[in-house]
């Protein structure tokens, strides 16, 4: 795309050279007073000047009068963008090209009065340019497409896109065409319909539809989709929707900002466009709750890497959000009372869990259940359900006969546990004089506090399990998942959950973390692995992975051969990686790939999970094809398996054996098929290999 | 209007004493089906007497245990006890159900290998091991408890003969209070002999040492006995943890959980006076949680119970040979089994029961088996209505120890059925046939 926008600017070969100049002084200027390396990088201080330079060289004449204006004028964009981001950027805005608008007024308005800068006779003098340039050939290609007559629509569409850079020729819009395909899929359907919808609803509402390929203004409609469509906010039905809705919107405000301008004789250039938007996504932004319309959440430049992400991250890192919280009791209970139940659970306390425990008759009493101790549940350990401390507990509350309730002391014997400055866990209905712990003391998840009792308004003993906001019992519940559990309902298997809530009447149990795993996947920051391994050549090639925290405090590997970043997570239960970025010829993305996701339990129960399609290997065409369906439907499906396979003993693991798939799916038809395999004994991952097809990369651990 | 049934007259004495509001009636309901089969039915299908396991009840009984233990405390595993009865469907109902195996002889070993439960979930118990099968359930990483001083030396010797890193544990032996106390199985606690073992197998450079067992009787009434138990347990573990550095994987408690039969002697029928599997495992886990492990170090509680998992799944049909009267006037019946075939009514007072409605009035009677021999008694005193020759009657709670404690003694061993949990009848085991005792037999050439 880079090179693309390059080649097209410098079809008008001045300004090309001026843009270049611009963004040197720029770029210069903004290391010379040391502002952030990070964000310099991604441009936004910069490109102002660069458009600008662009318009400059564009639309006056070069000599010195000139180079002397282009740098005052590249340093008053520069000084703009940061004024302007230092207030944007912390209300999440963009600036868009309004620095450029106003510093190209600066210059625009007060040019008549600068004898010495003469305006450009140029524009007129195409082919003089070209030749220079290109010579005959350039000459020849450009009369070829000009005279090419693809029909009014197309032309057009070609001659707004070339007026992103001051031109008004197609083969410049061609190049710029061609970019936006290569650059991305999704940029292009969008320019395509924010072209065709504001070249309709021109003819629609009798406007001059040829008028807006005039000079930048036609670009406002492009630039409009695309941004809107698939850069600030994440491509999808919607998006495109929305585009469909504001591109005409844009055309209103397009002639409205021409009109008011007209008076002070100045060109709307792009102002239309960065009002829309900036406008658009400061809307979005107020919302409390996006069900659609999602602001992009981690600008990656890329719409389609920020869809995949996002989709990846919103079904995966949900956990992120959470502390990991595990049921609070042993051995598997059933659920009486889900959420919003039919009998207690109402309104503001309606986000509870009650649980007891069954016999496989569904029983859950011996004898003839008149008394609390004949329940299964009386009497048993109430564990913690996360690490914490004790905000509130009560005791001393006598436990009813069966079938009685305590309204008066409605939660009977409770604690409440803090676990992070707006997370509590309620406990209730506990059994008189049980309770193990003191307000203030401290608990790890997994510490007994007390047993299940029959206190307070529980007609039968039960435990309640609630989570909220506040330190006191009682309190208002919040909606809540559990980390990892095992869930069975009466009509089906049982299976792995993550961070889900348990619903009512399955039966559900905690899983217990493997230490040997744990240990081999717990990457501590500022340790290395190395791995060899043999590549297609016979070489044999070996990679040093470092783990680090970054400023976020995400853990990642890097390699130091490749320059490839994996970023993880790892908590008790489960190895995450969640992104990679760098070459997909590194060892380290193929561990990424086999290590995807690593239940660090001794349950062998099969982990699935999804990869996002761009951190895949899939051929270019089906690639492409799936990258324009993509804000609709997904069409290529990369399904992930982790299962344990062999391990040596039942109680201590001294070697394990974990295998690992990843499923590549284009339609019904599978592409690629992967088993991996990951070998871990008791010093950690000591090997791990991939097959597809009949070739299979083995990577052997050095110690 | 069914017939009226014949009841013959009986004679009995009468006792002086309180009067009784309830009259001499007996409760002593007929069983007539087992899990909805009926007795008539399998005695006809499969001959008298008969040993009738119900899958349903072995399946209930197991996870009845699993809940009791894993809702008290986070790692538990039950291993089958081989020896109470290793009927090989009986063995793989627990094995489905996620039992290990415990076993005590090479014999059960190869019996647990063909059941297919991997080495490493093979519990190597006893007193009895070959050197070869010292070193078979080394290569397995079976987990070999050693029970004495001459095992462990042989082992440590075979480890370094063969290049072998066997997994060990050691059966320790304590006085928990309980009479007798069981101290000819393992190495001492109190007088050291046990941390004298550990000593030796940590020091050693081939053995691992994974667990500590500990098995202190049988058919223990009193959950205090394991408190007791487990709190060694943990004592030993918590040394190794200081001395060593290193913790024990696990802590096997043996069995000994009762079923609730009646022993001999005792007053009170044993379902009113045995204590509840969850009393046993309150007293076990309680200790075991309170001693101050971290969660992440908390042993694995391997239990090896037998007796309480399969005593009242199993049943045992027969039918009534004669009655007569005895010389000093008390009735007796004659059945088809005797304590050849009921081996556990030596020790228990098993209930009987009628397997036909009978008529009202009871008498007192003998309960003999077919053996010629003055031993074979299978209730000396049991309440019965009056049964006449043909009448079939079920023992309950049988499954335990009778199916491999039998003896092929006068008479041949009955079939075994297995009920499966959609009440299907399984033949497990055939009557034993006179060519099959005989085929290990052989004639010298001068008898032949």
């Not at chain 1, 913690?384 to 409605?410: F, M």
């Not at chain 1, 899983?511 to 043999?534: C, E, M, R, V, Y």
Request: net charge neutral; charged share 15%; with cysteine.
């Amino acid at each position: 795309m880079a090179i693309a926008v390059m080649a097209a600017s410098f079809l008008n070969i001045y300004a090309g050279i001026s843009g270049l100049i611009a963004v040197c002084i720029a770029v210069g200027t903004s290391l010379a007073f040391g502002f952030d390396k990070a964000l310099l990088r991604t441009g936004v201080y910069t490109f102002n000047a660069l458009i600008t330079g662009i318009g400059l060289g564009t639309f006056f004449d070069p000599g010195i009068v000139f180079f002397v204006l282009l740098v005052l004028i590249s340093l008053l964009s520069l000084i703009i963008s940061v004024a302007l981001g230092g207030w944007s950027f912390r209300q999440g805005l963009p600036f868009l090209s309004i620095p450029f608008v106003i510093s190209f007024w600066v210059i625009m308005l007060p040019s008549s009065e600068l004898a010495n800068l003469g305006l450009t006779q140029r524009n007129i003098f195409w082919m003089n340019e070209l030749y220079a340039i290109g010579g005959n050939s350039l000459v020849q290609l450009f009369q070829q497409i000009e005279s090419f007559q693809p029909g009014a629509i197309i032309e057009v569409y070609l001659r707004s896109l070339s007026s992103v850079f001051f031109q008004d020729n197609m083969l410049a819009g061609l190049v710029v065409a061609i970019g936006l395909l290569i650059a991305s899929r999704i940029f292009f359907s969008l320019s395509v319909i924010g072209f065709l919808t504001a070249y309709l609803f021109a003819i629609f509402v009798g406007s001059e539809a040829s008028s807006i390929s005039y000079y930048n203004i036609g670009a406002n409609f492009i630039m409009v989709a695309i941004a809107v469509g698939g850069f600030f906010v994440i491509p999808s039905k919607a998006s495109y929707f929305w585009t469909i809705l504001l591109v005409p919107v844009t055309s209103l405000v397009l002639l409205f900002f021409i009109r008011l301008l007209n008076f002070i004789q100045l060109p709307a250039f792009s102002l239309p466009y960065s009002v829309v938007t900036i406008l658009f996504v400061h809307f979005l932004q107020q919302r409390n709750a996006a069900r659609s319309l999602i602001i992009t959440p981690l600008q990656q430049y890329s719409p389609e890497v920020n869809l995949y992400s996002y989709q990846n991250n919103k079904d995966r890192l949900t956990r992120f959000l959470y502390i990991p919280l595990q049921l609070p009791f042993w051995g598997k209970w059933t659920i009486t009372q889900g959420y919003d139940g039919n009998f207690t659970h109402k309104e503001e306390w309606g986000k509870a869990l009650d649980f007891m425990i069954q016999d496989q008759e569904g029983k859950t009493f011996q004898g003839t259940g008149n008394s609390p101790d004949q329940y299964y549940c009386f009497g048993k350990p109430v564990s913690a359900p996360a690490d914490g401390v004790i905000t509130d507990c009560r005791d001393g509350i006598d436990d009813n006969e069966a079938g009685q309730v305590n309204t008066l002391q409605n939660w009977g014997n409770s604690v409440v546990i803090q676990h992070s400055p707006t997370v509590y866990s309620q406990l209730s209905h506990l059994r008189k004089n049980s309770l193990k712990v003191k307000k203030g003391e401290f608990v790890k998840a997994g510490d007994v506090i007390a047993q299940c009792g029959n206190s307070g308004r529980s007609p039968y003993p039960h435990l309640h399990f609630q989570i909220q906001s506040q330190p006191h019992i009682g309190a208002r519940t919040l909606e809540y998942p559990i980390a990892y559990f095992t869930e069975q309902s009466a009509t089906s298997q049982s299976t792995l959950k993550q961070f889900d809530i348990p619903v009512d009447g399955s039966t559900v149990s905690n899983l217990n973390t493997d230490q040997l795993l744990h240990k081999a996947f717990n990457i501590l920051p500022d340790t290395s692995l190395s791995f060899s391994w043999t590549d297609a050549k016979g070489n044999l090639t070996t990679e040093h992975w470092d783990a680090f925290t970054d400023a976020y405090n995400y853990n990642y590997l890097y390699s130091r051969e490749t320059g490839a970043v994996a970023y993880y997570t790892c908590d008790k239960l489960m190895f995450y990686f969640t992104t990679f970025y760098g070459s997909k010829k590194s060892l380290l993305y193929r561990f990424f790939l086999t290590a995807y996701k690593v239940l660090l339990s001794d349950s062998t129960m099969p982990v699935t999970d999804s990869i996002p399609v761009h951190l895949v290997n899939t051929p270019g065409i089906l690639r492409a094809i799936n990258d324009f369906a993509a804000p609709f439907t997904n069409l290529t499906k990369v399904n992930y398996l982790q299962q344990q396979v062999q391990k040596d003993t039942g109680f201590d693991t001294h070697q394990l054996e974990l295998s690992t798939q990843v499923n590549v799916r284009f339609l019904k038809k599978q592409l690629i098929n992967r088993t991996q395999t990951i070998s871990i004994d008791q010093r950690g991952i000591i090997s791990f290999s991939i097959q597809t097809g009949n070739t299979i990369v083995y990577a052997k651990r050095n110690w | 209007m069914e017939k009226k049934r014949y009841e013959r007259p009986t004679l009995r004495k009468m006792n002086t004493g309180l009067m009784n509001k309830f009259g001499t009636k007996t409760e002593n309901e007929p069983l007539t089906h087992i899990e909805s089969v009926a007795v008539k039915g399998l005695l006809k299908e499969y001959g008298s007497p008969l040993f009738v396991l119900s899958e349903r009840q072995i399946r209930r009984n197991i996870r009845n245990a699993s809940r009791i233990f894993n809702t008290r405390y986070p790692k538990v595993q039950f291993a089958w006890s081989y020896k109470t009865n290793y009927m090989d469907a009986v063995c793989r109902t627990f094995h489905q159900e996620g039992s290990w195996a415990e076993v005590v002889s090479g014999f059960e070993y190869d019996k647990a290998l063909n059941n297919g439960v991997p080495g490493h979930q093979i519990i190597f118990n006893g007193p009895d091991k070959t050197d070869e099968q010292l070193v078979l359930a080394a290569r397995n990483n079976s987990l070999i408890h050693i029970d004495h001083y001459d095992e462990l030396y042989s082992l440590i010797r075979l480890s370094n003969e063969h290049k072998l890193n066997p997994k060990v544990a050691i059966r320790v032996n304590m006085d928990t209070g309980i009479y007798p106390k069981w101290d000819r199985f393992g190495f001492n606690f109190e007088n050291g002999q046990a941390w004298n073992a550990l000593t030796r197998i940590v020091s050693s450079e081939r053995l691992e040492l994974v667990g500590l067992h500990c098995h202190i009787g049988t058919f223990m009434l009193s959950p205090n006995a394991y408190a007791t138990a487990a709190r060694n347990l943990c004592e030993l573990a918590w040394s190794v943890k200081e001395r060593y550095g290193k913790m024990v994987h696990y802590l096997d408690l043996g069995g000994g959980f009762p079923s609730t039969n009646t022993l001999k002697g005792a007053y009170l029928p044993g379902t009113d006076t045995v204590p509840s599997l969850d009393q046993f495992a309150d007293a076990i886990t309680d200790v075991i949680l309170g001693y101050g492990f971290r969660p992440e170090e908390l042993p694995l509680l391997i239990l090896e119970t037998g007796r309480a998992l399969i005593d009242d799944a199993g049943y045992l049909l027969g039918t009534v040979l004669a009655t007569k009267r005895l010389s000093d006037g008390r009735r007796a019946t004659i059945l088809d089994f005797g304590i050849n075939s009921l081996f556990t009514s030596f020790w228990y007072e098993h209930k009987v029961s009628p397997a036909q409605p009978l008529g009202q009035q009871t008498e007192e009677t003998v309960l003999y088996g077919p053996l010629c021999m003055n031993i074979d008694v299978v209730r000396e005193s049991i309440v019965m209505p009056l049964l006449e020759k043909g009448n079939q009657v079920v023992v309950h709670q049988v499954g335990a120890y009778n199916m491999t404690q039998w003896m092929q003694f006068i008479t041949l061993r009955p079939a075994i059925v297995l009920i499966d949990e959609e009440n299907k009848t399984h033949l497990i085991r055939k009557a034993e046939t006179t060519e099959y005792i005989n085929s290990q037999e052989l004639l010298p050439t001068h008898l032949n």
